[in-house]
């Protein structure tokens, strides 16, 4: 869910009435100053005055329900408290909206792959790649400006609900206001054009609606930011070891008198660029040992400068590159995670202020009726089980009537804690038989013996496998196969039935590796019986080539595959497994953050290779109607040295079109072969090209991979502190809420209650008098 951004509280005052006693001001209310709809009170002076209006206490628990549902989602509270501005917030971040905001910039982000040069072919491979579909000019622009009109009514919402005042203090805001005119401005060019422009430069800017739309992405863009000049002292540290290197290199390999001993100065340290060319990829060890061959083959000692500088600069510094990014990335991030606490510590903490007055009518000091909290909280949107556990810990106090602030402000702990599930009981049977049969099909060896039933039939189909390595499709005999294939999923069809019968229906999908494993099973079952209907395997012969909807050999294959991923069933059965398959998830489905970042970056250096090198690299003519031919027949029409772009035949790795561009990088990321890239293009364009595809290394390879990895450490470390003590019948019952503020949640500071005050008096649009 998108959040809206101020990103730290900020000081200031707006223009409103305050009474004597310090309320809401009338005009926040919606009413003139001394309307009926005026709260009076005196919080410090443990008084409470309340004028038996109806719609002023209902706008003071919709109040109380917006900045609870703030705190759930680390909202930032520095917007409008009016009823009707209520209703807009709530109506912005209701799951349709939102939905409709994020379908939007993703429709805008996926027409590159539409716009011109278009990626809508089969293949990318200039020699056998037919004219793609080009979209007719207006098609995509009139989506483009559907989008972009989105965008406009997005800002003016997030505009009216902050204020100006906060508006013209959030840089984020002004630039998605520049982002969104220069659209519009090179959108009127381009139609202008009758869309035959060669640089449409809004398509760099697109990138901007996904990360603005993202509170995580901009905290984790701001630590990156500023993680920056570690990695600078570090990189500049490699590049002086390059340069180094490089010359102690050009003066060991320089050009004799002696043809036979210039072999390592020809392909690898002719002038200063391949000669630093081929140190930087050997730092990525891409063409290790193939650098060192022809040197190497001469005299043993030339090694020890291959190996000294790959020492050194892979193991030593790259490493350390590593570290420093995991320490200041982590440092940074806990102190942006710290903001996100503290914004929910100020949503409660102002749920409550606002809520008091009904409690302290009773009292001296600050309370909060129960009933009140019962009524707020049956309004939050939030996810049943927390509602649940906070309605409960509430009703607590439901004898004495009322909460103070640190009774409120405990209840939503439960926020941070574990998703305990319970499991339904097991169904009654009345007969002594049936009892004793549901001790044995409930106990954990069933689910044992089931698992060893798969490795099994797992081992039946990998020798199977390996006997029919040589032979066609048309030469197997899966007759044997079938045979098994049907008893082990007899077996699995009975371990099914058995645990529903144990367990109840409701008990035997309360565990989701029970659905995993029924939905397989039941899968597996209807393709055995197509096989036996269409084919009629009573026999042992048949004809191998008859027709169905699929060939007997498809529906086989089908039916192993799907009998191998059921072997994934037992991962929740082994703790360390389970522990890491959840790490994995949990990098899915909360670290959306990093993989927007990641998007944003191939998007803008896609675009940018496409303006630089579209078209840059043309197969030979003759090659074109090459196909199926031998090497031989390849080579006899050109001259291909051999591990260049064209003799590895990459082709469909080129920059003619978007998708084509993000393949390329992907390929350049993994640094396998990425020379051959740097070669070609700097060979067909100019060797200036080889500082793009240095700045995607240090951007993906280094700056990226790194911050990934330095985040699954702290994801992996953090569960396995916490599940370690558990068992596997835990881990399973357990759903670990894990985010990027839990992560870090044992190392933030709580704020103070004065400084909770010193913020909340802050509000440009909540005012309170303590």
């Given at each position: 869910m998108s959040q809206l951004e101020t990103q730290v509280l900020v000081a200031g005052n707006v223009n409103g009435?305050?009474?004597?006693?310090?309320?809401?001001?009338?005009?926040?209310?919606?009413?003139?100053?001394?309307?009926?709809?005026?709260?009076?009170?005196?919080?410090?002076?443990?008084?409470?005055?309340?004028?038996?209006?109806?719609?002023?206490?209902?706008?003071?628990?919709?109040?109380?329900?917006?900045?609870?549902?703030?705190?759930?989602?680390?909202?930032?509270?520095?917007?409008?408290?009016?009823?009707?501005?209520?209703r807009l917030y709530r109506w912005y971040y209701s799951r349709i909206c939102q939905w409709g905001l994020g379908l939007a910039i993703g429709v805008v982000l996926l027409l590159a792959f539409v716009e011109r040069p278009s990626s809508l072919s089969i293949s990318s491979d200039p020699r056998h790649r037919f004219p793609p579909w080009e979209p007719p000019c207006g098609f995509t622009e009139s989506i483009e400006m559907f989008c972009l009109v989105i965008f406009s009514l997005d800002i003016a919402v997030k505009g009216y609900l902050i204020g100006w005042e906060e508006f013209r203090k959030s840089k984020w805001l002004i630039g998605y206001?520049?982002?969104?005119?220069?659209?519009?401005?090179?959108?009127?060019?381009?139609?202008?054009?009758?869309?035959?422009?060669?640089?449409?430069?809004?398509?760099?800017?697109?990138?901007?609606?996904?990360?603005?739309?993202?509170?995580?992405?901009?905290?984790?863009?701001?630590c990156i930011k500023r993680t920056l000049p570690e990695i600078a002292s570090v990189i500049l540290l490699l590049a002086l070891?390059?340069?180094?290197?490089?010359?102690?290199?050009?003066?060991?390999?320089?050009?004799?008198?002696?043809?036979?001993k210039n072999e390592e100065w020809r392909l690898h340290f002719r002038d200063l660029p391949s000669s630093l060319t081929s140190l930087l990829v050997l730092l990525t060890t891409a063409n290790n040992p193939d650098v060192m061959i022809p040197a190497y083959?001469?005299?043993r000692g030339y090694s020890i400068f291959f190996v000294t500088f790959s020492v050194i600069g892979t193991y030593c510094l790259m490493n350390l590159l590593t570290a420093i990014i995991y320490n200041q990335f982590r440092g940074y991030l806990l102190m942006s995670v710290q903001t996100s606490i503290i914004r929910r510590r100020l949503g409660i903490r102002a749920a409550f202020q606002i809520l008091s007055c009904q409690g302290a009518q009773q009292a001296a000091e600050e309370h909060v009726a129960v009933d009140l909290v019962l009524k707020v909280m049956s309004r939050v949107q939030m996810k049943s089980y927390y509602r649940e556990a906070i309605t409960k810990e509430a009703q607590k106090y439901a004898h004495v009537g009322y909460m103070d602030r640190e009774q409120f402000k405990k209840i939503f702990d439960e926020l941070d804690k574990d998703r305990i599930k319970e499991h339904p009981p097991l169904p009654q049977y009345n007969s002594p038989f049936l009892q004793r049969l549901q001790v044995v099909f409930s106990h954990y060896f069933l689910t044992?013996?089931?698992?060893?039933?798969?490795?099994?039939?797992?081992?039946?189909?990998?020798?199977?496998?390996?006997?029919?390595?040589?032979?066609?499709?048309?030469?197997?005999?899966?007759?044997?196969?079938?045979?098994i294939n049907l008893c082990f999923i007899l077996y699995y069809l009975f371990e099914v039935c058995v645990k529903i019968f144990a367990f109840g229906w409701k008990g035997y999908l309360s565990y989701r590796n029970n659905i995993f494993d029924c939905i397989l099973t039941i899968l597996l079952l209807v393709l055995q019986i197509s096989i036996f209907v269409t084919y009629r395997l009573i026999y042992s012969q048949w004809?191998?080539?008859?027709?169905?909807?699929?060939?007997?050999?498809e529906m086989v294959r089908l039916i192993n595959m799907l009998i191998v991923f059921r072997f994934l069933r037992i991962i929740p059965d082994i703790k360390l497994m389970a522990l890491v398959a959840s790490t994995v998830l949990d990098l899915v489905k909360n670290l959306r953050a990093f993989a927007g970042i990641l998007i944003v970056v191939y998007y803008v250096f896609a675009v940018v290779g496409i303006w630089l090198f579209e078209g840059a690299i043309e197969p030979p003519s003759k090659m074109s109607v090459l196909t199926n031919t031998s090497m031989g027949n390849i080579t006899s029409n050109f001259s291909m040295t051999c591990g260049t772009y064209e003799q590895l035949e990459y082709w469909p790795n080129n920059f003619?079109?978007?998708?084509?561009?993000?393949?390329?990088?992907?390929?350049?990321?993994?640094?396998n072969n990425w020379q051959a890239f740097l070669e070609a293009y700097s060979r067909h364009t100019t060797e200036w090209s080889k500082i793009y595809f240095v700045c995607w290394w240090l951007t993906s390879s280094v700056m990226w991979v790194n911050l990934f990895v330095a985040v699954i450490l702290e994801?992996?470390?953090?569960?396995w502190d916490r599940s370690h003590s558990c068992s596997v019948t835990d881990v399973e019952r357990i759903r670990y809420e894990t985010s990027v503020q839990l992560m870090f949640r044992e190392q933030i500071q709580e704020p103070t209650e004065e400084e909770l005050r010193c913020q909340l008096n802050q509000h440009p649009h909540l005012h309170l008098h303590w």
């Open positions: 009435a305050f009474d004597d006693y310090g309320s809401l001001s009338g005009k926040e209310h919606g009413g003139a100053p001394g309307s009926s709809r005026r709260r009076s009170h005196t919080v410090a002076g443990q008084s409470c005055a309340v004028e038996s209006d109806t719609d002023a206490e209902e706008l003071y628990i919709q109040q109380a329900v917006v900045l609870i549902e703030d705190a759930i989602q680390y909202r930032s509270i520095n917007h409008r408290v009016d009823a009707r501005s209520l206001t520049f982002v969104i005119s220069f659209s519009v401005i090179d959108w009127v060019l381009s139609v202008s054009m009758a869309c035959d422009e060669k640089f449409r430069v809004r398509r760099l800017l697109r990138p901007f609606f996904l990360l603005q739309n993202s509170s995580m992405m901009k905290k984790t863009l701001k070891h390059l340069c180094l290197f490089t010359m102690i290199g050009m003066l060991l390999f320089a050009k004799s008198e002696d043809p036979k083959s001469l005299h044992i013996l089931g698992n060893a039933v798969a490795l099994g039939n797992v081992m039946c189909i990998c020798t199977v496998l390996v006997l029919n390595a040589e032979k066609s499709t048309a030469e197997r005999d899966n007759y044997i196969l079938e045979i004809d191998p080539s008859s027709q169905g909807i699929m060939s007997l050999w003619d079109d978007f998708a084509a561009a993000i393949m390329l990088l992907y390929n350049v990321m993994i640094v994801n992996f470390i953090y569960k």
